[in-house]
């Protein structure tokens, strides 16, 4: 018996869920969009098995609907869904970065014969559309499930299995719960990224070297502020009440430092960054998607022709597979840094030790 996956929004997420599923033995998925030419370049990509505008030849029939689109459509399409003869036993989830709101409104619904289960897999990037879609996206990520306690075990495991195919981690947690810890960890760090490019971006009207100077922490610290601005206003006018309680903490953070450099206080500086340095340390193990999309190294090269040959070269020999490389830093007569990104751990250790051997100067 085939299983119809219906997936509402082939976007970075949705195209990545989609291509998770699809060629699966006995899985067959369906696409709908809500513009022909989005269509169009979900078909070309091939995420998906067919594609439709329609929403009911999406839904009719369909075993799981995956809600992918931006936050704030997710309800109303609850509500267009509630009221549609849906195959009985359906089960319907999401992938919004909030979940209080949408599982609260999923339960007043109150469908009868098919079933809600609010979703957020713990993965994805600054990119957007279905052009930055990867199978690879959630595998090792977080991906937590919010069932209500009216929803059957055998449902939520029917749910748990279909997304085996992701190879994510599958984490049972409380909406609200989830949106308070992930409003610290994800909403929060996107305002901070947001702002802080924003308040440079000021700078830089009186002066365009803000821009040319910025280098590895500036990138680091703000690349989640080229986040997608409709997607990221969704999240946070949905988590609204969560997002104004952390930003109140958030004032007291920054007030500390005005603080510590009104009064001086070395010793002061000192253990906030040690303090921070210690907790930071114990990130869990590095994983793809929000945490850690994957394993870089940075060398020193110098601005010499052919490093980079030499280094792609030395890697390839010994088959250690590189992902991608970077050049983050360069100017005349001095060493560049230059930013290897790995795949698998494995790989990263073994082209640290090589070219270290070789004589490179490799940081972590
Ligand atoms: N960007 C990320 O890293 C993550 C995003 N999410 C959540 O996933 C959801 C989708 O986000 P992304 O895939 O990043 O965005 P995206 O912009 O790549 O994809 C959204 C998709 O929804 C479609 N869409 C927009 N309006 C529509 C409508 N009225 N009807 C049908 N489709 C419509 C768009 O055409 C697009 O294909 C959001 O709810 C977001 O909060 C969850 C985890 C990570
Ligand atoms: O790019 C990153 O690091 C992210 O933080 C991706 C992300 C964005 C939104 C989510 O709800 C979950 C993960």
Known sequence: MTIKIAVFGVGLIGGSLALCFKGKPNIQVVGHCHRQDIMEQVLERGVVDTATLSLEDAALDADFIFLCVPVSLIEPYLVKLANLPLKPGCVITDVGSTKASIVTCAEKLGMREVHFIGGHPMAGSERSGVGAASSLLFENAYYVLTPSSSVDETVYGRLAEILQWTKAHIVKVDPEIHDEIVGAISHLPHIIAVALVNQVRDYNHTNPLYLQLAAGGFRDITRIASSDPVIWRDILLSNKEVLLSLLKDWNQQTS?????????????????????????????????????????????????????????????????????????????????????????????????????????????
Request: proline share 4%; no cysteine; hydrophobic share 40%.
């Open 256 to 364: 500390r430092f005005i603080g510590l450099l009104t009064e001086g206080d070395a010793e002061g500086i000192e253990q906030a960054f040690g303090t921070a340095n210690h907790f930071r340390n114990e990130l869990p193990e590095r994983r793809k998607g929000a945490i850690h999309a994957l394993y870089d190294i940075y060398i020193d090269v110098p601005d010499t022709p052919g490093v980079i040959g030499h280094i792609a070269t030395e890697l390839g020999i010994r088959h250690i597979n590189l992902s991608n490389m970077q050049i983050i830093e360069s100017r005349e007569d001095v060493p560049g840094v230059l930013r290897l990104s790995f795949r698998q751990e494995s790989d990263m250790e073994r082209a640290k030790l090589h070219l270290q051997s070789l004589g490179y100067i490799v940081y972590i």
